[in-house]
């Protein structure tokens, strides 16, 4: 295999394609699988749970062939290099580098058989997403995620299609993101599958525009011309989200967005531990566990509320300031039915349910 293609080009599609390799140096997953036939230059990585595939045409291709290259070393060989051609030649166990004067030489495994083959279109469904939509959706309910809970269903994000509406959900129990979309399309039938939480991550970055799924039980693809992305479904149920959401909240605050970040980050800078007690003349927030951390915050939103008697709960505020760091409104709603269950804030078509702490002896 030998081919020149221009540094800058090459440099880009091995960056793009960093967040898919295996983080286990020893794996064959943690190599570029590189393919050089027909005039054309295909670049692979997957970690078994997603992968990506980038097809790009280098200058020219004067031998054909294929080999796995050590991801880490290979980029860190490209990345420094001029904004000029370079040519990658594989010669025995070795691929070659060069430049100009310059020369490297990166480590290759020729058994491409060992690489993961990545799956195919066949017998696959299809859905169109509009691609901001899609973005919006995803970014607000990842912070939600966790990616390593021993829940296997709760390491990804539940996608609920109806004929009419898509629903983004996610949960890492202690507190449980939706946001709710209007479809431009109707769709035929209702669809739910769970995509795992890089998968998520990346999707927005590598497609624009509007976005074909292809799916069944086990993937869902994502191609154009050049890219060809997968990723393997989430097995598992999702937990039942609606039963968790309250409803016929008593108590409902619109408070202000930018005010309520300022006070909160203030206060996690000390403990993320807070208590939050609303009284008539406003809101009063303090840090938890004094004994612990050796210090405490207190601040306060000075409004008036209609309430008839005081009341506190306690919760985390980083689970507040994540929801308020994805909201582009001024204004948002604080709802609640009881001050020891679960508290809503929403926006708009976004609603995050929360579990608040225990106030003990506090």
Not at 57 to 79: C, N
Not at 163 to 176: A, C, G, P, Q
Not at 184 to 202: G, H, Q, Y
């Amino acid at each position: 295999m030998k081919f020149t293609i221009d540094q800058r080009e090459l440099e880009r599609v091995l960056s793009e394609l960093t967040p898919f390799l295996d983080k286990n140096n020893d794996s064959f997953r943690a190599n570029y699988h590189l393919i050089a036939k027909n005039n054309v230059l295909t670049i692979q990585a997957t970690n078994l749970k997603i992968g990506l595939s980038v097809t790009v045409r280098p200058e020219i291709i004067e031998q054909e062939g294929s080999t796995l290259v050590d991801g880490a070393r290979f980029l860190k060989v490209v990345k420094p290099l001029k904004r000029d051609a370079i040519t990658c030649e594989l010669i025995s166990n070795e691929l070659l580098v060069k430049q100009g004067r310059s020369r490297f030489k990166v480590k290759v495994n020729t058994n491409t058989r060992a690489f993961y083959t990545f799956p195919t279109t066949e017998d696959m469904s299809k859905i169109n997403f509009n691609g901001q939509l899609l973005k919006t959706g995803f970014e607000n309910i990842i912070p939600s995620i966790d990616g390593n809970s021993p829940k296997y269903e709760l390491t990804g994000g539940l996608v609920s299609i109806s004929k009419e509406n898509i629903t983004f959900v996610s949960t890492d129990t202690k507190r449980l993101t939706i946001v709710e979309e209007i479809l431009e399309t109707s769709n035929s039938s209702d669809l739910e599958f769970i995509i795992p939480r890089p998968a998520m991550i990346e999707i927005p970055k590598l497609f624009d525009g509007d976005i074909e799924f292809l799916y069944n039980e086990e993937f869902v693809i994502i191609e154009n011309k050049e890219k060809f992305f997968f990723t393997k479904l989430v097995s598992g149920t999702y937990p039942v989200w609606k039963r968790i959401v309250p409803q016929d909240l008593t108590y409902e605050f619109t408070l202000n967005k930018n005010e309520m970040i300022e006070k909160m980050k203030l206060i996690s800078s000390v403990n993320s531990s807070i208590k939050i007690s609303f009284n008539k003349s406003g809101i009063t927030f303090k840090t938890l566990d004094y004994q612990n951390v050796n210090s405490e915050a207190e601040t306060s939103i000075d409004m008036e509320l209609s309430i008839p008697e005081n009341f506190e709960l306690g919760t985390n505020s980083r689970f507040i300031i994540d929801f308020l760091n994805h909201i582009d409104v001024e204004e948002f709603t604080f709802g609640f039915k009881k001050a020891d269950r679960p508290f809503v804030l929403v926006s708009k078509n976004i609603k995050a349910v929360i579990m608040p702490i225990n106030l003990g002896e506090d």
